[in-house]
């Protein structure tokens, strides 16, 4: 009676209400999250530590278990209420913080990064890519690609070079370390016909004239022209 008379809201509309309230709430810590996930990017601090399961405390632990967490735990204490809600009331299954959700966050903080930098690449339209192959402490051999390009900006010009990605690889021939970098440039989106130089080490399968990725990739585009990497021929 009291809705039809307009002395009362909906119960459909008090619900969808409360539900956006809900929504905005958890967007906000999200937010928050998303925000140290990319702070402790940028410092170069590893998320997870020794220990990294259990729902986290508010309190200062007596050991240091994991930077994401100490950090969240920093922002309640400088007065986070919306975050220090979540952490007391989140159910187990969506407190957003788990191993899961943390590189799910980072994948996706990956493709947003990458795709900011395909765009300047696009501005500037030539570039030169480098690579190089190293093995990690599990004895995967990881292949590391970067660009280097021209940024324009309101400032200027400036020369920049920007790490894409890395992939782990088993085979170290030129063929198959060629074949690596050139999807590498399709999958970003790239135009490979815009490349104009090489940048890679000593190796015989990187800068061979025969089989190497250099002569490889100069036999698609002939003007990507190869040089070695100076910080390599310094160590020599």
Do not use: W
Not at 45 to 52: K, N, Q, S, T, V
Not at 85 to 108: E, G, K, M, V, W
Not at 112 to 138: G, M, N, Y
Not at 198 to 219: C, H, K, N, T
Request: proline share 2%; aromatic share 6%.
């Amino acid at each position: 009676m009291r809705v039809t008379k307009g002395q009362q809201k909906d119960v459909h509309l008090l619900l969808q209400k409360r539900s956006n309230e809900e929504v905005q709430r958890n967007r906000k810590v999200l937010t928050t999250i998303i925000e140290t996930i990319v702070f402790c990017g940028r410092q170069e601090l590893p998320l997870r530590g020794h220990r990294d399961s259990g729902k986290l405390s508010l309190t200062e632990p007596n050991y240091n278990d994991r930077n994401l967490g100490a950090l969240l735990q920093y922002r309640i204490r400088g007065g986070d209420v919306n975050l220090q809600d979540h952490i007391i009331n989140a159910n187990a299954n969506a407190t957003y913080i788990s191993s899961d959700i943390q590189n799910d966050l980072i994948s996706i903080i990956s493709s947003h990064v990458q795709s900011l930098i395909v765009k300047k690449i696009e501005k500037s339209k030539f570039c030169s890519v480098l690579a190089d192959e190293t093995t990690d402490i599990s004895r995967i051999e990881q292949f590391s690609r970067c660009i280097r390009y021209v940024d324009k900006d309101k400032d200027g010009m400036k020369l920049r070079e920007d790490y894409l990605t890395f992939v782990p690889v088993h085979d170290l021939a030129g063929a198959a370390l060629a074949g690596t970098l050139k999807e590498a440039l399709v999958s970003l989106g790239l135009n490979r016909n815009n490349l104009r130089g090489q940048v890679y080490d000593g190796a015989s399968a990187m800068r061979s004239s025969f089989r190497g990725v250099q002569s490889i990739i100069r036999e698609e585009y002939p003007r990507a022209i190869y040089t070695h990497c100076a910080s390599h021929c310094l160590n020599l």
